[in-house]
């Protein structure tokens, strides 16, 4: 089955301390995206990457980095985080041409 | 540069139809449509792109108006399966690979 997948789907941590959100698509597809989603403001892309190695800033990308080692995975890094970091993350890969986007199942992040 | 969706939210009893749209102040190369269920991942729906050409569900409909950089969804005879948060991603012309998208529009659909 052709999926994205994310982990943790849920998790709960504390200022400063680092964390990654792993992110996974088995549908062999070069463009992966990061997006955040908070009430009342929608999806707000992180980062994107266009292929192995080539990774670009989205619209709201402080206080995050992301690597693409491999093809098929895409990582989310938060080296401090910080509570304006709460929110509902979502990975997404997306197909040539007609650029339709593949989401993973999110991950709800609450930084205390 | 966030596309502008409206309206914000739409009440309908099953079988109404419902217009959602989106603008943009950027000259546009394709619009996306997606749907979001509550607690779920957004699920694509249909793209649009400049000249004409369009790909998505059988059982919903779309416009772009490339000139006016606007973007409308018809959703006819609605089923309550329809509610959801509905949201545009528009693509610029300079296809500078990045979708942004609007604030969202609920629909909630009453029996």
């Known amino acids: 089955e052709a999926q994205v997948t994310q982990n943790p789907r849920y998790l709960i941590t504390v200022t400063g301390k680092k964390l990654t959100v792993t992110c996974s698509q088995n549908m062999n597809h070069e463009y992966m995206s990061w997006y955040r989603q908070d009430p009342g403001l929608g999806l707000r892309q992180i980062y994107y990457s266009m292929n192995v190695e080539v990774t670009d800033k989205g619209d709201v990308p402080e206080g995050y980095k992301v690597s693409r080692k491999e093809k098929r995975n895409f990582p989310l890094i938060l080296e401090s985080p910080s509570p304006n970091q709460t929110s509902l993350y979502f990975c997404a890969s997306r197909t040539p041409i007609y650029n339709e986007q593949f989401f993973g199942p999110g991950t709800r992040l609450t930084v205390l | 540069q966030q596309p502008v969706q409206s309206p914000q939210a739409v009440i309908l009893r099953e079988g109404e139809d419902a217009v959602i749209n989106c603008s943009s102040s950027k000259a546009l190369y394709s619009v996306h449509w997606y749907r979001q269920k509550h607690g779920e991942a957004p699920v694509f729906l249909m793209i649009l792109l400049k000249g004409g050409e369009q790909k998505g569900h059988e059982k919903i409909s779309a416009s772009f108006n490339e000139k006016k950089q606007q973007s409308s969804l018809y959703l006819t005879a609605s089923q309550l399966s329809y509610s959801g948060t509905y949201f545009c991603?528009?693509?610029?012309?300079?296809?500078?690979?990045?979708?942004?998208f609007g604030k969202g529009t609920r629909l909630h659909i009453l029996p």
């Open positions: 991603g528009t693509e610029s012309l300079n296809r500078d690979d990045k979708i942004i």
